[in-house]
């Protein structure tokens, strides 16, 4: 059974960074796409990023291109999502997603998923 743990969420202010980690026990992690989705309560769970197993293939939702990356170590079993010039809009909780297909962008792509994380950006 795949498991996939967040860590890494907090409280930050407005134009501030936190780097979210999602550390998977599963021996497949290597040979499929990961993302990161975000959910705001009362809303759908939306796409945030997603990286092939590679690491050569990013996609990124528009609200986060130039402030967020996606990256993966593979040999950890690890994937991240570096969050810069945070808004707060971006207040959410982060969920980690692993099984996905090539360029996975919608949640039911994705086989497996982690508890979540909290990120808050607020003055």
């Known amino acids: 059974q795949v498991q996939l743990v967040e860590s890494g969420g907090g409280l930050v202010q407005p134009g501030g960074s936190l780097r979210l980690s999602c550390a998977s026990s599963g021996r497949t992690f290597s040979r499929t796409t990961m993302g990161w989705f975000r959910q705001v309560p009362g809303t759908e769970r939306e796409f945030v990023a997603a990286?092939?197993?590679?690491?050569?293939?990013?996609d990124y939702a528009d609200s986060v291109k130039g402030r967020f990356t996606i990256s993966r170590d593979n040999a950890k079993n690890t994937v991240f999502l570096q969050m810069n010039s945070l808004k707060p809009e971006d207040t959410a909780v982060y969920y980690c997603a692993g099984g996905g297909g090539p360029r996975s962008q919608k949640m039911g792509d994705y086989d497996y998923w982690g508890q979540g994380t909290q990120v808050t950006v607020s003055s």
């Open positions: 990286i092939s197993w590679g690491g050569t293939l990013k």
